[in-house]
Each structure stands twice: as C-alpha cells, then as structure tokens.
C-alpha cells in the first residue's frame, strides 16, 4: 500500500506482527516468512510486537532464518514477549543482528521510527514518547504493538503508527470481543493526514486456525 510522506527517495517497508513462535510455529514457520519477505525486496523489516509466543521455549536455532533476511530486521515487544522473558528475547534477537527499538529512535532513509516496548499501563503513551529523543519534523512511523492511544500518536506528530495485537480476531466468535475491545481493529485508518495500520498478524495466537481473518506479511511504499 501507498502511503503520502515526505520522503527523499522511494523506501519499502515489511511489517511483521504475531509471529507467535513457540510450541506450534517454529524455525520452518520463520523460514517460509524469511522467504517471502526477501522476495518483496524490502528496504527494512518492521516487527511490531508477540515475535515469541511464551508457549514454550525458543533458541538460536528457531530464530535462525532471522539471520537470512537481506534487509535491517528493527523490534518492539507485545505481551507474549514478555511472557517468554523479555530479556531472553531481547538477547536472542540482538545475536541475530536485529535491532531493538523499545523506547528508542532511529533514523532511517530519511525516515524515522520510534518504537515503544510493551507495558500493562494504559494511558501512558504520552509518557513514554517524551522519554524518547526524537524530530517532530520528521516523517515518523511509530512501532506500537497495542492499536491504542492513536490520538496521542497524533499529537505527538507521528505519521504512520504500525500496530498489530488483535489479530482481527482471528476465529469467530472471539472476533466480536476483540472488536468490542479495540475499536481500531484491522487494517488502515486515517484522520487529520495520520495513518494507522494494524496488522491481522503473520501467525496465529493458540490454535493454527482463523475464520474471518488472514494471516499477513504487509508491504508499504513511500514515494519521494
């Protein structure tokens, strides 16, 4: 998809989102996304959040395709990273050479992208953002694995928030309560010249099944 931000030359981005690897999806899961992603030629990878599931263990070898993706891999964490120890994953990702951009900035082809780790409170996003150093003057995408508080996204000048977490529900009925829950649910919003993506994620959360939903590996253009 195209999106209009000011940028100097043409840059393509991958957003990942709930790969949930773990006791069901694991290092041949990754391979066949690893593929996929080098073949769309992309500029940078963005991982929005649940690369680990917590279901059970991961290691160098699962994680392992990571390391044959041909472009910068760059990481926020969800709620299932923590569930299977932030810090292992953090370690894990960064021997793999991906970077992570929880509560970091970092430019990037005339881009900008600020990412926010995961965390229970609600409300705080504001908080977080003016921990983090970084140019309102730039075109900004913004890593944040809860589809929430784009409003203070907005405000604080970001042009792009990639997200992921629901799932788009991912089976029937629970796609009702998530909608109920979220009301920024799947897909692209805009408002005021802002966009919003939430990623219906490339792997599935539990049971390896979805009805009224799809898994996705999502690609954006940004056009000088």
Not at 41 to 54: E, K, Q, Y
Not at 112 to 132: A, E, K, S
Not at 134 to 160: C, M, N, Q, S, Y
Request: glycine share 10%.
């Amino acid at each position: 998809m195209e999106i209009p931000l000011e940028v100097p030359c043409e840059v393509k981005l991958v957003q990942l989102s709930d790969l949930h690897i773990g006791s069901i999806r694991g290092e041949s899961f990754l391979e066949s996304v690893k593929d996929i992603v080098n073949s769309l030629g992309a500029d940078a990878v963005l991982i929005t959040g649940d690369l680990a599931d917590g279901s059970s263990p991961i290691d160098d070898s699962t994680l392992k395709p990571l390391k044959g993706i041909k472009a910068p891999i760059f990481f926020v964490s969800g709620n299932h990273d923590t569930y299977a120890d932030r810090k292992k994953v953090y370690h894990l990702l960064e021997s793999m050479g991906v970077t992570i951009l929880d509560n970091r900035s970092i430019d990037f082809m005339g881009l900008q992208f600020v990412g926010v780790g995961y965390y229970m409170q609600r409300g705080i996003l504001g908080v977080l953002l003016d921990q983090i150093e970084f140019r309102k003057d730039l075109p900004t995408i913004l890593l944040h694995h809860l589809p929430t508080e784009w409003d203070t996204a907005r405000e604080w000048g970001v042009d792009l928030q990639l997200s992921g977490h629901t799932h788009g529900g991912q089976f029937y009925p629970f796609n009702l309560i998530v909608r109920w829950m979220f009301p920024y649910f799947s897909g692209l919003y805009e408002n005021s010249g802002s966009y919003l993506y939430v990623s219906e994620g490339t792997g599935t959360w539990g049971p390896p099944m979805r009805l009224g939903s799809s898994n996705e590996i999502v690609m954006f253009k940004f056009k000088s």
